[in-house]
C-alpha cells in the first residue's frame, strides 16, 4: 500500500513540478496513517505533516453510536479545544478536557479514544506554528467521497493501469471545470472550481473553457 501512495502522489508531484520546478508544500495535512506520511516525506521530505483533528473525532463518534447523549456533549468540548486560538489556550483546555474524560465518559470505548486524542496534543500543536494551515482534511475527503460513489457504480476500474490513469484525470478535470450550482452562481457570484483557484476563465462556455485549458498550450 505504500507503494501503491507513493505511485499517486509522485504523479501529483510530478504536475505541480511541471509548473514549478521548486515546488514543495509547506504543510499537509493527513490521518493517522502510517503508509501516506511516509509516501508524503519521501516526497516531500522539508514538508511538515498536520495531524488531521477530525479523524480523530470521528474514531470517537463512531464508538458512541449507542450514547447520543454522551457524544453530544464530548463533541461540544472537542470541538471547543479546536477553536483555540493560541497553543497555551490549547493546552489548557486540552489538560481540562483530559481530566474530564477519565472522571465523566462512561463509555470506554468512547473515553479510549477521547484520551488517545489527548494522548497526540503535540501533534496537533504543530498547526499552530503555520498560520492558515489546514488542520482537517474534510475539503479532500468531501471530493474523495464523490470520487468513491462514482467508481462504485461503475464496479471500480477496468482493463489496464494505463486506462485507469487517463479516466482518473478525466474525473478531476470534469470536477474542476463543471458550472456550480444556480445557489453558487447568483448568491456567490463564483462560477467553477477552475475560476475560483485562477481568478479568470478563457471562455464563458465551460466546456471551451476546460478544453483551451487543459490543452496545455502544447507543452505535451
Known sequence: MIKKCNFIDS??????QNLK???EPTTFNTDGWGGTKKALKSLFPDTTLIQCFLHSFIKIRDRCKSA???LSIIREKVWDLYHA????????????????AQDNVP???AKEKL???CDKGNLFKIAYKFKGC???SNALDRLMNYQDRILYGMKYFHRTIESAKLYSRAMALLWNFHPYSSRLKYKGNRISPFADLNGFIYHENWLHNMLVASS???FR
Open 21 to 23: 520546478p521548486d515546488y
Open 11 to 16: 504523479i501529483f508531484k510530478e504536475e505541480a
Open 134 to 136: 489546514h488542520r482537517t
Open 115 to 117: 484520551l488517545e486524542l
Open 68 to 70: 447520543k447523549d454522551v
Open 107 to 109: 463509555v470506554e470505548a
Open 216 to 218: 496545455l498550450g502544447g
Open 85 to 100: 486560538e493560541t497553543t497555551a489556550q490549547f493546552s489548557q483546555r486540552l489538560r481540562h478536557l483530559k481530566k474530564w
